[in-house]
């Protein structure tokens, strides 16, 4: 199935989604970011692994009271493409700002896949994942 034979409001629903995920992030809303999520939702961050909407809740309730305290999420989104009617794999690029910060650092700029599909007519997350993007792996063999 290709993204052309979904139609522009199924496309504009699924491209909200991320959207979304930057208003909750602004409010510092752990309970909107989790409610993305289906109920066994998976989120993949660098060295963070969380599965179900509770664990996802509950990771972003600490980090907005913590290392994410006073942050924003920026993103774009690169590319778009349906799997099936119901699901859809959406690509995206971003990073989180720090208070006062207005551009992505290399180091914290990101490449994200979120994985999404359409449950009780509601686009929701399965699962997102992100890793760097401009800063490479360490290579083999290596401590750095």
């Known amino acids: 199935m290709t993204t052309t034979e979904i139609s522009a409001a199924e496309q ?4 909200t989604l991320p959207q979304q995920l930057l208003a909750s992030w602004a ?8 409610d993305l999520f289906v109920e066994d939702g998976t989120l993949i961050l660098p060295g963070v692994f969380r599965q179900g909407r509770e664990e996802i809740r509950k990771y972003f309730k600490e980090a907005f009271d913590t290392k994410y305290r006073s942050t924003q999420v920026v993103g774009k989104p690169i590319s778009m493409r349906f799997l099936g ?8 690029y971003g990073g989180v700002l720090a208070a006062g910060e207005t551009e992505v650092s290399d180091v914290q700029a990101i490449r994200a896949s979120w994985l999404v599909q ?13 890793s760097t993007a401009k800063v490479g792996l360490p290579d083999p063999g290596t401590n750095g």
């Open 12 to 15: 504009a629903a699924v491209a």
């Open 27 to 34: 409010y510092a809303d752990a309970d909107g970011i989790a």
């Open 85 to 92: 009617s119901d699901v859809a794999l959406l690509l995206s």
């Open 118 to 130: 359409r449950v009780d007519g509601r686009w929701r997350l399965a699962a997102y994942q992100n």
